[in-house]
């Protein structure tokens, strides 16, 4: 997807450049609002009470097929119509799952399956879900001050994963062992906070997921429009987070098709692509399309939909030099 906006200001990289989104020009030709179908309220593109598309829309818009659940715990404190949590429950409705906090499952019960997308003194990385030999760089107590662990007072950013003693060829060969499946992944939950950083910490103190394995992932700026105060600028949106847990997994579980460009612009740790550098592969002669179990090539791009078009609305009013949220310290 090429970029339609032209920049005033100072030149930059578009972000979604060359990745697998469907055109959302469409959704710049809605007029009105429509009534919700569930509630009745007055909504624009879709329900963010009831996670669905209002109006025609719902025959217009991607679907998008994820290899896991998604359950996102909003905090009640965020404003529905700002989150873009949302987004992720309308384009791929049947593996995602939003609740309000403290409605929420008792993840205690099944805690083998399921991982919480949280950093913490003992967060795994996706590619140590697969068991591959990487280890994190934890010199300096993560950079932070003394007297403090990254699961209280996280305000830098994390330093990159590392492949260990085992080089790429060997290590490519201990992967291929074993064919992953929708049905054998090595989880089949993975939970979100949508929440700012200091709620999200009282979240990850209930009794209900604390005694989950956490999961943090490879760094990449974020393209969000809003400030949040405090917060650095490789602190994601929620949709954006999914997006990269679901690209981290589905490399490591099928590789990354070494066709696919849609990975330039998002200025991802080279820590990423030096763990997808073994796991990239040519696409088999004559194969179009994208099958579900094949080497990475957009596959969830689309959970972008909604948001790369707001991006691109921001973007033509003002100058993305002049945002805040984009001159955060990295």
Same mark, same amino acid.
């Given at each position: 997807?090429?970029?339609?906006?032209?920049?005033?200001?100072?030149?930059?990289?578009?972000?979604?450049?060359?990745?697998?989104? !469907?055109? &959302?020009?469409?959704?710049?030709?809605?007029?009105?609002?429509? @009534? +919700?179908?569930? +509630?009745?309220?007055?909504?624009?593109?879709?329900? =963010?009470? +009831?996670?669905?598309?209002?109006?025609?829309?719902?025959?217009?818009?991607?679907?998008?097929?994820?290899?896991?659940?998604?359950?996102?715990? #909003? &905090? #009640?404190?965020?404003?529905?119509?700002?989150?873009?949590?949302?987004?992720? !429950?309308?384009? !791929?409705?049947?593996?995602?799952?939003?609740?309000?906090?403290?409605?929420?499952?008792?993840?205690?019960?099944?805690?083998?399956?399921?991982?919480?997308?949280?950093?913490?003194?003992?967060?795994?990385?996706?590619?140590?879900?697969?068991?591959?030999?990487?280890?994190?760089?934890?010199?300096?107590?993560?950079?932070?001050?003394?007297?403090?662990?990254?699961?209280?007072?996280?305000?830098?950013?994390?330093?990159?994963?590392?492949?260990?003693?085992?080089?790429?060829?060997?290590?490519?060969?201990?992967?291929? #062992?074993?064919? =992953?499946?929708?049905?054998?992944?090595?989880?089949?939950?993975?939970?979100?906070?949508?929440?700012?950083?200091?709620?999200?910490?009282? $979240? =990850?103190?209930?009794?209900?997921?604390?005694?989950?394995?956490?999961?943090?992932?490879?760094?990449?700026?974020?393209?969000?429009?809003?400030?949040?105060?405090?917060?650095?600028?490789?602190?994601?949106?929620?949709?954006? %987070?999914?997006?990269?847990?679901?690209?981290?997994?589905?490399?490591?579980?099928?590789?990354?098709? %070494?066709?696919?460009?849609?990975?330039?612009?998002?200025?991802?740790?080279?820590?990423?692509?030096?763990? !997808? %550098?073994?796991?990239?592969?040519?696409?088999?002669?004559?194969?179009?399309?994208?099958?579900?179990?094949?080497?990475?090539?957009?596959?969830?791009?689309?959970?972008?939909?909604?948001?790369?078009?707001?991006?691109?609305?921001?973007?033509?009013?003002?100058?993305?030099?002049?945002? $805040? @949220? =984009?001159?955060?310290?990295?």
């Amino acid at each position: 997807m090429s970029h339609p906006v032209q920049t005033k200001g100072h030149p930059r990289k578009y972000p979604f450049v060359n990745m697998r989104l !469907a055109d &959302h020009s469409v959704l710049d030709t809605i007029e009105g609002r429509h @009534s +919700c179908r569930h +509630c009745n309220r007055s909504r624009k593109f879709f329900c =963010y009470s +009831c996670y669905v598309p209002v109006g025609q829309l719902g025959e217009l818009l991607p679907r998008v097929e994820l290899p896991i659940q998604i359950d996102i715990i #909003k &905090h #009640k404190k965020e404003i529905d119509g700002k989150s873009t949590a949302v987004h992720a !429950a309308v384009l !791929a409705p049947d593996n995602v799952r939003i609740y309000t906090y403290p409605d929420i499952p008792d993840y205690r019960e099944e805690e083998g399956g399921v991982v919480l997308i949280f950093p913490s003194a003992t967060s795994l990385t996706v590619p140590q879900l697969f068991e591959r030999n990487v280890q994190l760089k934890i010199d300096d107590n993560y950079g932070l001050p003394k007297g403090h662990h990254m699961g209280t007072m996280l305000r830098r950013r994390m330093d990159e994963v590392v492949v260990g003693e085992t080089d790429a060829e060997s290590e490519l060969k201990h992967s291929s #062992k074993r064919r =992953y499946t929708y049905d054998n992944l090595p989880i089949r939950r993975a939970i979100f906070i949508d929440s700012t950083w200091n709620q999200s910490r009282s $979240i =990850y103190a209930d009794e209900r997921i604390r005694r989950l394995r956490t999961v943090v992932l490879q760094n990449r700026l974020s393209q969000f429009w809003r400030h949040q105060r405090g917060s650095p600028r490789w602190y994601l949106a929620t949709v954006e %987070a999914i997006h990269q847990f679901l690209l981290e997994l589905h490399v490591n579980a099928w590789g990354l098709n %070494a066709d696919y460009r849609g990975l330039d612009n998002l200025e991802i740790t080279e820590g990423f692509h030096q763990l !997808a %550098a073994p796991l990239t592969m040519q696409p088999p002669m004559g194969e179009e399309g994208i099958n579900r179990e094949s080497p990475y090539n957009g596959h969830y791009d689309n959970l972008l939909f909604f948001f790369a078009n707001m991006y691109d609305l921001i973007h033509k009013y003002y100058d993305h030099n002049d945002l $805040i @949220s =984009y001159r955060r310290p990295i």
